[in-house]
């Protein structure tokens, strides 16, 4: 993943606009910056680091999961999915008061199993509920549609045997 990646330009607010030092802004910055490439590792057991044990976790049209115990079992059956996954901060907005960082992102992946490797992305908007200096999320939602990276697996699974 390219460092520019997370460069302030695709910060919607400034250090000042949102109250904090420096300091603190640089210390948020990575903290979503290493956020992401932990979720780009696809590892649960490096991920689940991120999550407070009672956090929920709303992913697409799946239903509302509750709990970090829960959280990991639904992501780890999601990540065996895939060979590879990037997520691309696009656009971050911080909302302070309320706690909670807005992500936009573009997702590119490759299906395991897949003989072509073919690249499939989506765009989602990510809300990641956190304050400041917390080292945890109490809270995630992603709207997304899955239904590219979804054809892909079935076409795989199909092509396997294995649908």
């Not at 573009?106 to 299906?111: C, F, N």
Request: glycine share 6%.
């Amino acid at each position: 993943m390219s460092s520019q990646i997370f460069e302030y330009d695709i910060w919607s607010s400034t250090a000042a606009e949102v109250g904090l030092s420096e300091e603190d802004w640089k210390a948020e910055c990575k903290w979503v910056k290493d956020f992401n490439e932990a979720t780009d590792t696809l590892d649960w057991e490096l991920w689940k680091e991120f999550w407070t044990e009672d956090a929920f976790f709303k992913f697409a049209g799946y239903p509302r999961l509750d709990g970090r115990e829960q959280i990991g079992v639904f992501l780890r059956a999601h990540f065996a999915k895939y060979k590879m996954m990037e997520h691309r901060a696009t656009r971050h907005t911080y909302d302070l008061p309320r706690g909670i960082i807005y992500q936009g992102l573009v997702v590119t992946s490759v299906v395991k199993d897949d003989p072509e490797d073919r690249l499939t992305t989506v765009l989602a908007m990510n809300i990641l509920y956190r304050r400041p200096g917390e080292s945890q999320i109490r809270g995630m939602e992603i709207f997304t549609d899955m239904s590219p990276m979804e054809k892909v697996y079935q076409d795989v699974m199909t092509k396997l045997g294995k649908w």
